[in-house]
């Protein structure tokens, strides 16, 4: 069973100059995890999901759904190369390495001007 939590617009990019994102956020039962999310990238009139999972272990610091679950989980899927492990992009479609690649910086910079640091 899930919860709707939330959801948040980004747009790191003026008007035409980049694509726009959308965050949503849900409550999970499960033992190991408490948040799902989907990280949605809008361009050039085309919506293509990055990201999709119910596997989010959320601080206990934080509560799901608040500013700083965002900003937890848009850390960790705007990682990029050099941030963290090589392996952990070993799974990664194209489109999201180019992600990584192209907008992802971008982004998390987005989210930390509305959010905050850690």
């Known amino acids: 069973m899930s919860k709707y ?3 948040v617009r980004f747009k790191p990019y ?6 726009t994102f959308t965050l949503h956020l849900w409550r999970v ?4 995890y408490n948040m799902g999310y989907k990280l949605l990238m809008h361009l050039e009139g085309k919506t293509i999901t990055l990201f999709h999972g119910e596997d989010f272990r959320l601080s ?3 509560s799901p759904g608040d500013d700083d679950s965002v900003r937890e989980i848009m850390s960790f899927l705007c990682l990029r190369p050099g941030d963290t492990d090589p392996d952990h992009f070993n799974q990664y ?3 999201q390495l180019l992600f990584c ?3 992802a910086e971008n982004l998390l910079w ?3 001007c509305r959010f905050g640091e850690d």
């Open 5 to 7: 939590l939330r959801t």
């Open 60 to 62: 206990s610091l934080y």
């Open 14 to 19: 003026n008007k035409g100059n980049g694509p």
């Open 29 to 32: 039962d499960h033992p190991y």
């Open 101 to 103: 690649r192209d907008y």
């Open 93 to 95: 479609t194209a489109i």
């Open 110 to 112: 987005e989210c930390t």
